[in-house]
């Protein structure tokens, strides 16, 4: 089974995927990253 990155929408081997929670409209959701995504949204959170 492979998962489909939340940015990029790229499938993701599930020993690559990453799942974020996000608040999206008051409603939290646990969406899958790559890691190219997953290294970005760790460093966009840095700032």
Known sequence: MTY????C??????EDVHFVTFKIMEQEREEPL???C???W???IKE
């Open 9 to 14: 929408d790229y499938d993701v081997d599930p």
């Open 4 to 7: 489909r990155c939340f940015y």
């Open 42 to 44: 760790l460093e966009g």
């Open 34 to 36: 790559c890691k190219h």
């Open 38 to 40: 997953y290294g970005e």
